[in-house]
């Protein structure tokens, strides 16, 4: 999940396992570990929107912290240069842009991929013929378990 920063870190502060790394342009991004994901499982292991890790209840919590300001909930998977993304953007407790998704095994230019889209949609300012990927320095970390070791809980 990636947010201001500000509100990642009041939204995440209760919430067991939770990790908070820091992005730039003021954003920041909490990686969806076993812990904080298995925190709004509701009975279901069901997949919402296409996503692996989103459940019914987090889609709903999403929407009500969205309330506070806009947050994004990415999933990327790569192997060798190809892979997937998929993103969407709640805001004002509605989801506001998405699902976005690229198919596995397909070249895509990363500045139109879905994760890029939504950082537009949070604000994020890229330097030309740059993306917004990179813009926040996403491109840091390769694994999420890499991204909570870099995240205060």
């Known amino acids: 999940m990636i947010a201001e920063a500000g509100l990642l870190r009041r939204v995440s502060r209760d919430l067991a396992g939770a990790r908070v790394a ?43 912290w969205s309330v506070a300001g806009p947050l994004a909930y990415v999933e990327a998977e790569y192997f060798g240069g190809a892979g997937e993304q998929r993103a969407a953007v709640w805001a004002d407790g509605t989801l506001v842009l998405g699902p976005l998704d690229v198919p596995v095994k397909r070249w895509f230019s990363r500045p139109v991929g879905p994760v890029s889209q939504a950082l537009r949609r949070l604000g994020v300012r890229r330097r030309p013929g740059g993306d917004e990927f990179d813009a926040v320095g996403l491109g840091r970390h390769r694994h999420t378990d890499d991204w909570a070791a870099s995240g205060a809980g």
Do not use: H, K, N, Y
């Open 22 to 64: 820091a992005l730039r342009q003021g954003l920041a991004l909490m990686p969806m570990t076993d812990e904080p994901a298995g925190a709004f499982t509701d009975g279901g292991d069901a997949e919402v929107l296409g996503f692996g890790r989103l459940s019914a209840g987090f889609e709903r919590t999403l929407g009500r």
